[in-house]
């Protein structure tokens, strides 16, 4: 090594060494106090203060309670690679962070139809009804008078808020809350660590930037949140073990809506969103490739609200970018709900299961080259594949296809086809694939029985080595079709 370079090397080792001295773990509690040290005998009470000052290296962690962080939580220290900053949860309890406030459980008036009023200090961003969003008046969902309103939908006129609920009753009693603003606002915090926390009760759960980078979400859960869950997602975000749960009221609110390019979805679950689970929007780039997302479970759907524009959108929604891995996911349509939707090309969709979707895989008519191999799908209501004329050319193979209950039906090219040989004739592919009951454990669970015909019928492929539960593949001479690989001692 050269002088210059063992220089260097000596420098660069004595400054990590500095961060790691000056790196210090603080605690925030309920019972704390904004003028104390942060230390575990004298904690800081809100989470504003915590995130102040931070260096490199810092560890905030945040003992369980609710931390009513308004208008918002605004995060901008920044980490390192090397020494990320982390807020993380003590680990004595669920830490719930939230802007919002709850409406006295009395004073609401009826004005007309399901249509009640209450006098407030200010308006609000966003409004709650037991945990779910009303549909808030936008650009997409214009509300620009009480006689504009529908049901599950609310309204503001000065600093008097009008409501109607979903089933048009009476407000009073019920557990409302409004919120002005998101829960937590991302704002240049580069290499920054949100482990173990709790966010409900916002307008977004994470408002990103478009300048942050490198943001870890780790066994989250993002809940009640009246637009999305994460808009948009910072450059290289992991996304692992959270929970998104009761998120939106509209086919524009979603799980996670705009991925910066480097994001990970990886080990979630998503359920009782109104829009897509993961929505991948924002400026194409094809020359920067598409995310990875494995692993994670979608289920339980729930239409929007607004009566003229209600639609159910798809679970996974890759429309930016280019080469996205999809793998060792399930999928719970319930018959309502398509899987996936590809706008793009060269993405490859590999051990997924598919139950009960609407569509399967569906194609858009610039998305060629994609790679559908070792896939599960059952019982899709309309296609297990769709695509129209441009959508060619694709690779299928080694999928198992399986409808319990009326034709089964594939589109692809823009031609129907009802019965699997001459899908597969037509197709020139799908050689490895059968049509078969693939014998899962139940509609809500995708593991494989013992005399699933799913067993050792999979192409060996680099990228998957282990399934849904890291279980190790192949268990026997190959590896299994779907998301999981059958071990008989589960």
């Known amino acids: 090594m050269h002088r210059q370079e063992l220089i260097r090397a000596a420098v660069s080792l004595i400054v990590l060494q500095a961060v790691r001295v000056l790196a210090a773990t603080y605690v925030v509690a309920p019972g704390g106090h904004d003028g104390n040290p942060g230390t575990e005998a004298q904690p800081w009470a809100t989470l504003k203060r915590a995130a102040q000052d931070r260096q490199p290296g810092d560890i905030v962690r945040i003992r ?177 073990h959270c929970l998104f749960q009761k998120i939106g009221s509209t086919k524009y609110q979603h799980g996670i809506y705009g991925s910066g390019p480097g994001l990970t979805v990886r080990h979630s679950v998503f359920e009782d969103i109104a829009g897509c689970g993961i929505h991948q929007y924002g400026k194409p780039d094809d020359d920067v490739p598409g995310g990875r997302f494995y692993g994670n479970i979608f289920r339980s759907p729930r239409a929007a609200t607004d009566p003229k524009r209600e639609r159910y959108m798809a679970d996974l929604l890759l429309w930016a970018r280019a080469g996205n891995i999809v793998y060792n996911n399930v999928f719970y349509g319930e018959g309502k709900r398509p899987g996936i939707s590809l706008k793009k090309a060269d993405n490859r969709i590999f051990n997924n299961t598919f139950v009960d979707s609407a569509t399967g895989v569906s194609f858009g008519p610039k998305s060629t080259g994609n790679v559908i191999q070792n896939n599960i799908f059952v019982d899709s209501g309309q296609f297990f594949l769709d695509g129209p004329a441009g959508a060619t050319p694709q690779t299928l193979d080694h999928n198992i296809y399986f409808r319990r209950a009326g034709t089964p039906q594939w589109r692809l090219a823009g031609a129907k086809y009802a019965d699997f040989g001459a899908y597969r004739k037509a197709n020139g592919g799908e050689q490895n694939s059968l049509y078969a009951d693939p014998r899962l454990v139940g509609a809500a669970d995708a593991h494989l029985q013992p005399g699933s015909p799913a067993r050792d019928a999979a192409v060996v492929l680099a990228e998957i080595n282990a399934d849904k539960d890291g279980v190790a593949r192949p268990q026997g001479k190959a590896p299994d079709v779907g998301a999981y690989e059958f071990k008989a001692a589960r």
């Open 64 to 240: 369980a309670g609710v931390y009513a962080e308004r208008p918002t939580w605004k995060v901008t220290a920044k980490g390192t690679r090397e020494n990320p900053i982390t807020y993380k949860a003590y680990g004595d309890g669920e830490v719930r962070i939230t802007p919002s406030s709850v409406l006295p459980a009395a004073g609401w008036s009826r004005v007309r139809d399901g249509i009640y009023r209450i006098d407030l200090k200010k308006a609000p961003l966003s409004v709650f009804c037991n945990g779910l969003p009303l549909v808030n008046p936008s650009r997409t969902h214009p509300i620009k008078s009480v006689d504009k309103m529908y049901a599950h939908s609310f309204f503001t006129s000065g600093k008097t808020l009008y409501v109607w609920l979903a089933d048009g009753s009476d407000p009073n009693g019920a557990d409302m809350r409004t919120a002005p603003d998101h829960v937590v606002n991302l704002r240049g915090c580069d290499y920054t660590v949100f482990d173990g926390l709790t966010l409900e009760y916002g307008k977004n759960g994470f408002k990103g930037q478009a300048e942050t980078r490198h943001i870890t979400i780790r066994h989250c859960t993002l809940r009640s949140l009246a637009s999305q869950g994460i808009q948009p997602t910072p450059a290289d975000c992991l996304v692992e």
